[in-house]
């Protein structure tokens, strides 16, 4: 009898052990909650003092506190001072920590060491967020949340133009926030995942009050099925040029209702006089700039010169620029570089060369544009997200289908608006992909004759 028990008790610590080993692989959040996160807050608590003080993250204490300890605790050695911790929170991907810093450290001393405090607790990843003047948010990921994208809960989004499009390393959403980034500029090579960004980013588009406007100058693979939803749509370079005619055209109208009302801001506005939020989706900003023949030279320049207006001053009469490109750089052309400039908004997926990640993030981090460059391929939709001010962190966005966002824009189609300006370019809505004949090659192909005739 004791050796039946003794092989149900080794059977199910064997079970066990294989659970959590399979948990570990396929559902990482369930092995976190049960193995991992105990585990490191366990060594959190105990090795956080001599953590702190290995990675020069302590300090001499004041003198205050010097005399302190000398006289009331009696002792004659005063340890250094390590930041305090505030407060400490768990959730399924990891737990956060904040931090208030002693003087004589800053935000940019915690950064540093953030590696090495990965290591030592034995964590995926660890983030450092400024989130007030002396305060510091540590965020640890227990595993590559990356690997599989699950996009966390958004309870309540903070503007009427915000958009959860990816999810942060840190498990948090990366949202995109058009009031607060007006432009963006996304760069990509092939098969990297730009493409299921965009589809992310029209799809969360679609159920809010805003007009989309498509520029797609590869005849539209790419938009062409979401054109339930447009506003507007051009498909060749000379559609594009009056495209954008007539967006500079309702930018200067807007203007001139501001004007009339004295504000400076579209949302200053009273909402039954505000004009609807539109949104302009470039695919290929490429093709705006590269021409084949001299003729079209002054075609392209004043595609240039319309989208620089818009990039410096459509901002503030709600209408909002989102380029992508597969590369960017100043050979493009005259205006590539100021364009480039007005462009706040960065994201880089994998690119076959170093200069377009230079392009892309170089004025924002080194370290950015380093990782975008160490992307490897087998993992695309991930990308490195940043913005002028500086602050920058790797994203990846869940996979969709185009036929998931064909449907949102179709299920969301009445909330397309109608704009004046763009009613030329107003996509036809009863014309489908699928709804045009099949092409007849007889007809073209010449009857033919022995080679003796």
């Keep these: 009898m004791s050796d039946l028990i003794t092989a149900v008790e080794v059977s199910g610590a ?12 396929r559902a990482p959040r369930v092995w976190w909650s049960l ?6 807050r366990v060594r959190f608590a105990v090795t956080y003092r001599a953590t702190m003080d290995v990675c020069g ?5 004041s003198r205050v506190r010097a005399f302190m300890v000398r006289t009331v605790a009696r002792r004659s050695d005063v340890l250094p001072v390590p930041p305090q911790v505030r407060r400490v929170r768990y959730s399924s991907t990891g737990l956060r920590v904040t931090l208030r ?5 800053e935000p940019a001393d915690v950064s540093a060491a953030s590696a090495r405090l990965r290591h ?3 964590v995926y990843s660890v983030a450092v967020v400024e989130s007030k003047p002396g305060f510091v948010e540590l965020r640890m990921t227990g595993y590559d949340v990356l690997r599989r994208v699950r996009m966390p809960r958004v309870r309540k989004l903070a503007g009427p133009l915000v958009v959860p499009v990816a999810l942060r390393e840190d498990g948090s959403a990366f949202v995109r926030d058009y009031r607060a980034v007006p432009h963006a500029l996304t760069l990509g ?3 990297s995942g730009k493409s299921m960004y965009q589809r992310n980013l029209i799809k969360g588009l679609a159920s809010l009050d805003v007009a989309l406007v498509g520029i797609d100058c590869k005849r539209g693979v790419e938009q062409g099925r979401f054109t339930s939803r447009f506003s507007g749509f051009a498909t060749t370079p000379d559609e594009a040029s009056g495209l954008l005619d007539a967006l500079v055209g309702e930018m200067e109208s807007r203007f001139d209702l501001l004007s009339l009302h004295q504000v400076s801001d579209l949302w ?7 004009p609807v939020p539109l949104v302009v989706l470039v695919d290929e900003v490429a093709e705006l700039f590269l021409t084949s023949a001299k003729k079209d030279e002054e075609r392209r320049d004043r595609m240039v010169m319309q989208m620089v207006r818009l990039a410096q001053m459509a901002r503030a009469v709600g209408i909002y620029l989102e380029v992508c490109g597969q590369r960017f750089g100043s050979e493009l052309g005259r205006g590539a570089t100021m364009l480039r400039a007005q462009l706040t908004g960065r994201v880089v997926h994998r690119v076959n060369d170093r200069q377009t990640a230079e392009m892309g993030l170089g004025d924002i981090s080194s370290e950015a544009m380093m990782a975008a460059c160490s992307i490897p391929p087998d993992r695309p939709g991930i990308a490195v997200a940043g913005d002028t001010s500086g602050g920058w962190s790797r994203i990846r966005t869940p996979e969709i289908t185009a036929d998931d966002t064909a449907a949102a824009c179709r299920k969301f189609a009445h909330l397309t608006p109608n704009i004046a300006a763009l009613a030329p370019y107003r996509p036809n809505p009863s014309i489908r992909v699928g709804d045009f004949p099949a ?6 192909l010449a009857t033919p004759r022995a080679a003796t005739e």
């Design 14 to 25: 064997l079970a066990a052990a294989g659970g959590l080993g399979y948990a570990k692989v």
């Design 35 to 40: 193995v991992g996160l105990p585990v490191v």
């Design 57 to 61: 993250l302590t300090v001499q204490p």
């Design 101 to 105: 810093l002693p003087a004589g450290l």
């Design 120 to 122: 030592a607790w034995g």
């Design 189 to 191: 090579a092939n098969q």
């Design 268 to 274: 200053d506005l009273p909402a039954s006089l505000r």
């Design 439 to 444: 092409f007849d090659f007889t007809t073209t």
